[in-house]
């Protein structure tokens, strides 16, 4: 896959998943905020495009059967995503009032790693999927890259929230 091919793929992922998410009810400053987030993991999600396809180095064989799943995980993964960033957004919005009560925390405490579950979940089945149709090399080379990649993106994000009080 080139790279411009690439961003053609990428730019149909993020429209479909853009259609899929739909609106939040929230303040016009929320909801911009949070269409901001949204357009930055969407840079994100083309640079993991870019570096999966630049990084695998499949044929075209390889590539029409590889594209399909990974294209699967990815919508898997804008969804997963756009349900932590409404977890975020209902943090930040105990955090402006103040105070995070007992089950306030133990809500998002359980969303939260529900969410880490389903992401190591999505990953798990991708790799298992995609090492049916890949080299065993090629499929720890993914492994490794997605988990490098989120490990990443996750410690950007973390180092925005603020800890709980």
């Known amino acids: 896959m080139t790279i411009r091919s690439a961003t053609r793929y990428l730019a149909g992922v993020v429209l479909c998943a853009g259609l899929a998410l739909g609106a939040h009810a929230g303040t016009p400053e929320e909801d911009a905020t949070l269409g901001l987030i949204r ?18 180095k499949l044929d075209e064989q390889g590539a029409k059967r590889f ?13 997963l995503r ?7 957004a209902e ?3 105990q955090l402006d009032a103040g105070w995070i009560d007992d089950p306030t925390a133990r809500t998002s405490l359980a969303r939260s790693l529900a969410l880490e579950q389903a992401r190591v979940d999505a990953r798990h089945h991708m790799i298992r999927k995609a090492g049916e149709v890949i080299t ?3 499929t720890l080379r993914l492994y490794q890259l997605e988990l490098a990649m989120d490990a990443s993106i996750g410690s950007r994000v973390l180092q925005q929230i603020p800890l709980a009080k």
């Open 39 to 56: 357009e930055q993991f969407q840079d994100v999600d083309l640079r993991r495009v870019i570096e999966v396809s630049a990084s695998m």
């Open 67 to 79: 594209w399909p799943i990974y294209r699967a995980y990815l919508a898997e993964i804008v969804a």
């Open 82 to 88: 756009d349900r932590q960033i409404d977890t975020l």
């Open 91 to 93: 943090y930040a919005r």
């Open 136 to 138: 065993p090399i090629q």
